[in-house]
């Protein structure tokens, strides 16, 4: 059999495939924002569906459409919820500053190797600022209330540490620095966070020690 070819243009549009890094951090300004939100790109994976569900559990309301997420925020967190992590390093590390910002009562938990993460140092941190802690380990029991000031982190361990933290202090009711103990790792997920944090309206100022973050801030989408 012959076939005659013919050259021609290329034309047409293909889906991008939505990033799992930046629909972690969606969910969660979303969920913190000031109205309803549309994410246009979903993840089918467990990691996202573990941070939909954590945010679930804090009081958002999140739909999946067609073509993304429709979420409704938190307006006030509840209480008393068991909020499960899966076996998502980045949502435990995301989620865990977030609840101590909201001054959630909680129980965090997670499955597989999810309990032999390093976390210890968040922790540490956190304690330190004014949030109740009980255990080092999951599941971990979550009360207080942090505060705003400096925040000391070592960078050189997890860059999920500093994203969880730049998504939560700017609900705090004051400014706070964050102070980036060592070098950084993976620094380029660090400018995902910086990236959908302003979409969002939070402005975040590098310095030398770190970030500055201002306090007393509400997300928006634009």
Do not use: W
């Amino acid at each position: 059999m012959l076939t005659e070819l013919h050259s021609s243009y290329l034309k047409g549009e293909v889906q991008a495939i939505a990033s799992k890094s930046y629909v972690h951090r969606l969910l969660i300004a979303a969920a913190l924002s000031n109205r309803p939100t549309l994410i246009k790109g979903r993840i089918t994976g467990e990691d996202a569906t573990a941070t939909a569900e954590c945010l679930r559990a804090l009081g958002a309301n999140i739909i999946v459409v067609t073509d993304g997420y429709r979420v409704e925020p938190i307006t006030k967190p509840s209480k008393d919820r068991i909020l499960n992590c899966g076996e998502s390093g980045s949502t435990l590390r995301f989620i865990l500053p977030l609840a101590c910002a909201l001054g959630a009562e909680c129980t965090i938990t997670g499955s597989g190797r999810l309990a032999a993460r390093p976390l210890v140092e968040l922790i540490d941190t956190l304690t330190e600022m004014g949030a109740e802690i009980k255990g080092d380990q999951l599941p971990l029991k979550i009360g207080g209330q942090l505060k705003s000031g400096d925040y000391k982190i070592p960078a050189y361990i997890s860059s999920q540490y500093i994203t969880g933290l730049m998504l939560a202090l700017p609900l705090l009711d004051g400014d706070s620095k964050l102070i980036l103990q060592g070098k950084t790792v993976s620094a380029p997920y660090i400018d995902i966070t910086l990236d959908v944090l302003k979409d969002f309206g939070i402005e975040i100022k590098r310095e030398k020690y770190g970030y500055s973050i201002k306090g007393n801030k509400r997300y928006r989408d634009r």
